[in-house]
């Protein structure tokens, strides 16, 4: 009899369904997307409402079924209203009772609203995502009036099953609540067979948020927000993906489209940062894209993977403030330390403490204010103990930058970029972009940024680069004559990114010693002829 029971429970056991519970994308004014993993041939209904319907009737006014047959679901609602809390329940089809109630919020057509962004939520090698990720999701659980999460990337320590599922479990109180818009990070790619083997397909990330691109974009309340593809598969070392020119240069002409527009504003997000500690210069795979921040100045820009919280001021437009640039790598996994090493564009930063940001947008007075909340601290980087918790949260810092700067500030030859700087040049050859312009800036992001003499000289000179070339600039005849005296510069700092410093002063020491002895030799020869002239006739 006993083994007749346990035969008999072994198949229910083998048939239960590891659900993920659902959570919302792409929202937009009048749409969601509900997605859900079930039976692996399953599908589902979902029964939705307004919160006001639902509060006041306690009953669902509508009901969607799902029309594919597969063990992720994506089911999209329409014909919803603009800025709306919404109620909807989830019915698996092997077990309509799988999930509870849970909301979202469409997007409004114009008002302030708050979004969060994290990154890097994964696992440590000594610990789980329940050690450190738990605090900084349940957190978020519990922050008033969120429209939706942007999320960097790293979700998962690898492309596996059971590390994905954690992160759903983990995330659920959070995604009860809010839409989430994915971004790819590094790990979507890691190999759960071991690092010697090659990057996945990043099967989760794909399989969870139904992205057909690793790229794309959408607009809330007149802000426009664009998730970018940074990690390149083709440019791995072993199954970790690391950033590409070419990778970023195919998404270059659609994120030129997608800045070119009217909106109030503009946030970008993705996994790799441009800038960030450890380093004095930029990350040069991604230079096209910083390259048309500066061009169209955007709003603001966050990254993960740098395992730390970072902010950076990036000075691209002369008379006008520079763009903030947040790393927001602190949602769980592995901490790594500052250094001394840092662009001269830091501001701020910190480490070993577990947190997110915090935006509020207002479109209306062209202003986002940024909130680093900090929900808990480690002592270690990589350590299985228990984080030391603030309750409620605290604030490590508020930054309050404008959405937009208005077409007319943005003067034609105005721009420094890439971090700006160039200043005097850029006014004197017309465009941050001209070739001459590109040679000085990287010979400073090359040999200047470097040591502390050349990131002193940055410091001075941008400090007396804007006035010089705001009277420069409607003047034709100066801005000739500083532009050939700036020639001179341009080939130097030409030859000493082809070449290197020492081997282009050894070519200049030579070129000066020819000269010098050319113009000594004219000149020795030129006096004794005049000497000869001067001579009496008849002396011998």
Request: proline share 6%.
């Amino acid at each position: 009899m006993i083994l007749f029971c346990l035969f008999c429970i072994v198949p229910t056991i083998a048939e239960a369904v590891d659900y993920w519970a659902p959570w919302v994308t792409k929202t937009t004014t009048n749409s969601a997307t509900i997605n859900w993993r079930g039976e692996c041939d399953g599908s589902g209904s979902i029964d939705y409402a307004t919160s006001d319907y639902y509060n006041h009737d306690q009953t669902f006014e509508k009901t969607i079924t799902s029309q594919t047959t597969a063990r992720y679901q994506h089911v999209q609602l329409t014909g919803l209203e603009p800025n709306t809390s919404y109620i909807y329940k989830v019915k698996p089809s092997g077990d309509e009772d799988a999930f509870s109630n849970r909301t979202f919020r469409t997007m409004p057509v114009s008002g302030p609203f708050t979004f969060i962004v994290i990154s890097d939520s994964q696992e440590g090698h000594n610990y789980t995502e329940e050690k450190r990720f738990k605090y900084v999701a349940d957190a978020i659980a519990k922050e008033p009036d969120v429209l939706f999460i942007l999320h960097g990337g790293d979700y998962a320590r690898k492309d596996d099953e059971s590390l994905w599922t954690i992160f759903f479990q983990v995330a659920d109180g959070m995604l009860a609540k809010s839409a989430i818009f994915p971004t790819i990070g590094n790990h979507e790619y890691h190999n759960p067979n071991g690092e010697s083997y090659p990057p996945t397909a990043a099967d989760h990330y794909r399989w969870a948020f139904n992205m057909p691109l690793n790229y794309y974009s959408f607009d809330c309340a007149g802000i426009r927000f664009i998730s970018l593809d940074s990690p390149d598969p083709n440019n791995a070392h072993g199954d970790d993906p690391h950033t590409s020119p070419s990778l970023a240069q195919s998404q270059e002409t659609w994120l030129r489209d997608q800045l070119d527009n009217t909106m109030s504003g503009t946030f970008t997000i993705h996994h790799h940062p441009i800038w960030e500690d450890g380093r004095t210069t930029i990350n040069s795979d991604l230079e096209p894209w910083e390259d048309l921040y500066h061009r169209y100045h955007i709003s603001a820009n966050f990254a993960g993977h740098a395992h730390t919280y970072q902010r950076f001021l990036v000075e691209g437009v002369v008379g006008v403030m520079g763009i903030p640039y947040f790393i927001v790598g602190n949602a769980g996994g592995p901490f790594v330390d500052l250094t001394d090493t840092k662009p001269v564009w830091y501001q701020f930063g910190t480490t070993r403490r577990l947190g997110y940001l915090k935006v509020f947008v207002d479109p209306a007075n062209n202003t986002a204010t940024a909130q680093s909340v900090i929900v808990a601290y480690v002592n270690e980087n990589d350590s299985n103990e228990t984080p030391t918790v603030y309750d409620p949260p605290v604030i490590d810092e508020t930054v309050t930058f404008p959405l937009s700067v208005k077409p007319s500030v943005i003067e034609p030859g105005g721009s420094g970029g890439s971090g700006g700087g160039c200043f005097i040049a850029t006014v004197a050859f017309g465009s941050y972009f001209d070739p001459s312009v590109k040679i000085l800036r990287d010979f400073r992001d090359t040999f200047l940024f470097t040591n502390h003499v050349g990131q002193s000289f940055v410091n001075w000179y941008y400090k007396v680069s804007p006035p010089i070339a705001d009277f420069i600039r409607t003047k034709a005849i100066m801005k000739t004559v500083v532009r050939i005296i700036l020639l001179p510069a341009v080939g130097f700092a030409y030859l000493c990114l082809k070449v290197g410093v020492l081997p282009t002063l050894l070519v200049l020491l030579f070129s000066a010693a020819v000269i010098y002895l050319g113009i000594r030799r004219f000149i020795i020869k030129a006096f004794r002829e005049w000497c000869a002239q001067k001579q009496p006739s008849g002396l011998t």
